[in-house]
């Protein structure tokens, strides 16, 4: 797995296991790997939403 990726001419750090600051998500960097994003936000279920 990469460690390091550029992107538009800057190297990044890639993020993995434990480091998660100051570098850049795997899917994000095109890489085959880690988190994925969210496709929607997940509606809290303590809190019901106000009626429209």
């Known amino acids: ?3 390091k990726v550029r992107v538009e001419g800057k190297v990044y750090d890639v ?14 960097a095109g890489l085959n790997f880690g ?10 279920k303590g809190q019901e939403m106000p009626a429209s």
């Open 15 to 28: 993020c993995r296991g434990e480091a998660t600051d100051g570098c850049i998500n795997p899917r994000e």
């Open 35 to 44: 988190n994925r994003p969210l496709d929607h936000y997940p509606e809290d």
């Open 1 to 3: 797995m990469a460690a």
